[in-house]
């Protein structure tokens, strides 16, 4: 299974656009990662958690899963208490922590806000190439560890 996942993970890092990521219920251990691969996390409130289940059933943690760890949940307090306390987190919590960016009353709520949020970027008509060097270069660990290399992109939009 980690074999499988380090490529899935590698290339929602470099997608060439803007990600978000609508948490409409549990989103446990690889639903937790694939969560955290994306750019913006929208969560339903009245359903749902995001939880690292590994110290619960006994399995470590690859490099990289670390790293992302590390690159996106800010606070070493929040990613004690995800990783070392297994705990299961509520919408509410998860944004306390800055973790998720916002949470909405149902699953239908939840995945509107995340199109809406999408329709917003996409309209801004980013280079998308220059999008993923930049999300590349704020995440130089986990990038690292999943063998993404850095190109040096001159837009002529000045």
């Known amino acids: 299974m980690v074999d499988y996942f380090k ?8 997608l060439p656009m803007p990600t978000v990521a609508a948490v409409s219920g ?16 929208l969560m339903r409130k009245d359903r749902g958690v995001l939880y690292m289940s590994e110290l619960d059933i006994g399995l470590t943690l690859p490099d990289y899963v670390s790293a992302l760890m590390r690159s996106k949940i800010g606070s070493p307090t929040a990613r004690r208490d995800v990783l070392l ?9 998860a944004m306390k922590m800055e973790i998720v960016d916002s949470a909405h009353d149902s699953a239908e709520a939840t995945i509107d806000a995340a199109v809406r949020m999408g329709e917003q970027l996409a309209g801004k008509k980013w280079d998308g190439e220059v999008y993923a060097e930049i999300r590349k270069a704020l995440y130089p660990e986990v990038c690292g560890l999943l063998g993404l290399i850095d190109k040096v992109i001159i837009s002529s939009k000045l």
């Open 7 to 14: 490529p899935l993970i590698a290339d929602l890092l470099c």
């Open 26 to 41: 549990h989103a446990s251990a690889a639903g937790f990662l694939l969560a955290l691969s994306h750019d913006y996390v």
């Open 85 to 93: 306390r297994a705990t299961k987190l509520r919408a509410e919590d």
